[in-house]
Each structure stands twice: as C-alpha cells, then as structure tokens.
C-alpha cells in the first residue's frame, strides 16, 4: 500500500501553545513541516527555510501569479503565504505534512482538499488563555487585550474544524493531536485496500 | 463538562492478539473492561467476576428475561451475555467501557448503541495470522485450519467497523487503539458544548 500522506492544519487562539505543540511533535514524529514564506524581513536568529522563507515582494507576486501558493494572504504591509510544491510533493511520498495556520487560511485550504484534517487547539478556559497571555511577560496589557478580542471572534470558526483539542497539559495534548492523525489513517475509509487484499489471502491460503 | 462515556466494541480474527491488547489497555489506561456472563463451568485459575460471571441457566435465563443483557449468545450448549447495568452505568459517569466481542455481538451492539466506536484488529497479512496461530502451540493443525476458515468469514463484517487496527507491532496496536479513542472524544460533534462555553467566557470577559 503506497498512501498519500495526509494535510494536518493545526491552528488556535493566539496563547493555546499551538506552536509549542507543532514544534514537539515534529521532533517526536515523523511529520513534515509546511514552513511558510513571506516578505517581511527575518528577525535576529530566524533562519530561511527554518522559520521561514524569506522572499522579496517581487518574488512573492511571481510565485502568487504561478499559483504557487495554496493560500496567502496580507497582515500590514507583509505577504504570508504556504508554498504548494511543498506540501504537494510530500503527500505524494506518503509523508504527512503538518501546517501552523490561521483560522482565514485553514478554511480556505478545507475548500480546495476535502480531506485536510482540521485540528483547533484550546486552552480549557478564557481565564487560561488570559493567565497564558499575561505569563509570557512579552505582551503588554494593551496588546493582550488585542488577543483575547481576536481569541473572541475565532469562536465562530472553531465549528469549522474537525477536531478540538484542548490544550490543558502539554506532553498529553501532543499525544492527543498524535493519535488524531494516526487515527485518521485507520479509519475505514482509508483501509478498504487493505480490506481487499487480506480476503483475497485468506480466501487463497 | 460532565460527558457520558464512549462505549468501545474491540473485535478481530482469533489469533490477532486482540485479548492481549485489551489486557494493556486496561492496564495502562483508565477504561472500564465490561466482563461477559456465561454459563460454562469456570476452568482452573478463572475468577468469577474477573474472566467472566459465573451464571447458572436459570440466572441467565432470568437476565435475558428481564433485558439484562445489552447482547447474548448461544454457542454449543453454553450462553455467554454482556450485562447491561455495568456498561450503562460506567458510561453514565463518563467511564470509557471497552467490550471484547465476536463480529455478530459488535453489530447487534451497533444497532443499538449508534454512537459504539467499532474496532477491528488484524494481524498484517493472512500468513501472520497463521504463523501465530500455529506458533501459540496451544492448537493442533484441524483448529488452526478451523480458525483461519473463521477469519476467512469474518472479512466480510470487517466494513461494518468503524476503523481497522493492523496489530503488527503491539506497543504500538495498543497506542493506536487509545489514540483512537482519544480523538473520538475530541472530535467537533463531542466537543459543542465545550464551544459554547469557551464563546461565552470570552464574549463575558
């Protein structure tokens, strides 16, 4: 059986420790990262191709007009964008390919495949999510304000997803979204080959 | 939240390991293991309550009368039955109840509980499952060849479960199977009611 891999978009409140969570289990698994690109300038110690890929704005557009993206958008005056070829190419090798995207971007990639799995990370609480906010330390009043207003609105979308997941301990909530994806993969519609191949056996031997 | 349980209906060809998998399930994790009723003599080591209840056939009899069982069955001349009262009250906590049963019981079950999770476990191949059937050493080659006719069978109730497990390696069988059901408790039909709560935290802060 030669599968395609799945596409796994993970996203959550700006303070649910998505990235956390995405980070870990790229270390502890065998997923492929989808790293964006985008056309503001990097920040001391990112990396291009590691955090990001750094493009000019002319670039940008030539990738855009290519349809080289399979969903972008504008944040100020900076371009975001998931490059296609990437996650295309790693499905075909059967990889799974995971994606840290926001709520805009995630429904917009539901639209052109079916079988993305949407996954929304919660803290159990808005009291949590304000704690989280408040204990990072980076994050002036104003700006944590901000975050939960826009945590406020992201509501709305969370129906829009397959699964939530409620970040409450870490280690668990990273087996969590690792059993999902497994999971996925024993569903019976993705095993009617294999359901195939072992009658065939049993009713040869 | 106070969510009823999931109730989890474990099946598979004799010789998938299916037991053993329960038996670690169990073990490390925090479900309920529903124990079966039965009418046959207890063998050596057997605990009633443990491998099964005990019944004469005047009890069971006066069980099924009284709807006792979520499902029972008739094989020789013994009766074996999944006692109501446990299953329902466990998942009326909010317990997990795993129920190791043949594919006739799993249906019937399904037909009743249409919410059950129904899970097949299957060793990789045709030929695994007859290596492990003849290297248990506890079955001479008629029985062998009588168990691999049944799995024959029971390919074709394989598409009525809801996800299929290959048990190749079972540190992992056993992963997956929690996995499994760990994201049903995660998906977005499980989780309006968390939703709803989190949207009005956040509209109140």
Tied chains: 1, 2.
Excluded at 130 to 153: F, H, Y
Excluded at 159 to 187: A, P, R, S
């Amino acid at each position: 059986m030669n599968k395609k891999g799945l596409l796994i978009v993970i996203s959550g409140f700006s303070g649910a420790g998505k990235g956390t969570v995405v980070k870990q289990l790229i270390k502890k698994y065998n997923y492929s990262l989808s790293v964006s690109a985008t056309t503001r300038e990097p920040r001391e110690g990112e990396v291009d191709g590691r955090e990001y890929y750094f493009k000019t704005k002319e670039e940008f557009q030539n990738l855009i007009d290519y349809n080289g993206f399979i969903e972008w958008a504008q944040y100020v005056e900076n371009y975001y964008g998931t490059p296609r070829a990437f996650v295309e190419e790693e499905m075909e090798k059967g990889h799974h390919v995971i994606l840290e995207i926001e709520v805009q971007g995630a429904l917009n990639i539901k639209n052109q495949y079916k079988d993305a799995l949407l996954i929304f990370i919660t803290p159990p609480s808005a009291k949590e999510l304000r704690n989280r906010l408040v204990g990072r330390g980076t994050e002036d009043a104003q700006t944590v304000e901000k975050r939960m207003k826009q945590a406020q609105k992201e509501t709305k979308d969370m129906v829009n997803y397959d699964y939530i997941v409620v970040n409450d301990d870490l280690e668990e909530c990273v087996q969590t979204v690792h059993g999902i994806i497994q999971c996925e993969t024993c569903k019976l519609s993705n095993n009617k080959e294999f359901i195939e191949e072992i009658t065939n056996q049993l009713n040869e031997q």
